[in-house]
């Protein structure tokens, strides 16, 4: 991968950061530790999954591991707006620093084999592969974000 393909990246996981803390700023006051179905992960659950997500990814390269990162419900529960405002800025503030760690790759560093333990198992992977793997990741849980956000919007509606 060259430099101007690690860009491409980088832009790539900007873009998708962007969509995410989009969403998280549209959620209600009030709702952020609200969901759509019992179980299913919140908004400040999601914001908190993602934060050690992006922590992990970018300590790869010391760790040389990717351990389990189990996102469930009730482990980012905030106690009001501040402190959810608070998670949102370590998400924006991560940005760049995933953007950094993206484009400080090269193509050894990119083809190093790298330990996981993972819900769908144990293995290897290339850092490229689970760099990609991980943005993918961030794409599911806007994808559950959207859900959210709709069911608030009709649910908002339905108590009025």
Excluded at 143 to 158: M, N
Aim: with cysteine.
């Amino acid at each position: 991968m060259d430099q101007i393909d690690l860009e491409r990246l980088a832009a790539f996981s900007d873009r998708v950061r962007d969509s995410t803390l989009k969403r998280l700023r549209q959620v209600p006051e009030g709702r952020e530790n609200d969901t759509a179905i019992e179980g299913m992960m919140s908004p400040a659950d999601i914001a908190a999954h993602l934060i050690e997500s992006d922590r992990r990814m970018v300590s790869i390269s010391v760790t040389k591991f990717s351990a389990k990162n189990l996102g469930v419900a009730g482990q980012g529960v905030v106690s009001d707006r501040g402190e959810f405002r608070a998670q949102v800025q370590v998400l924006q503030d991560l940005r760049q620093t995933r953007r950094e760690f993206l484009l400080g790759q090269d193509n050894d560093s990119l083809a190093e084999l790298i330990p996981y333990s993972w819900l769908a198992g144990e293995g290897e992977m290339d850092l490229g592969s689970m760099i990609y793997r991980l943005l993918d990741h961030e794409i599911h849980h806007r994808g559950a974000l959207a859900v959210i956000l709709r069911f608030f919007d009709c649910s908002d509606q339905a108590h009025s």
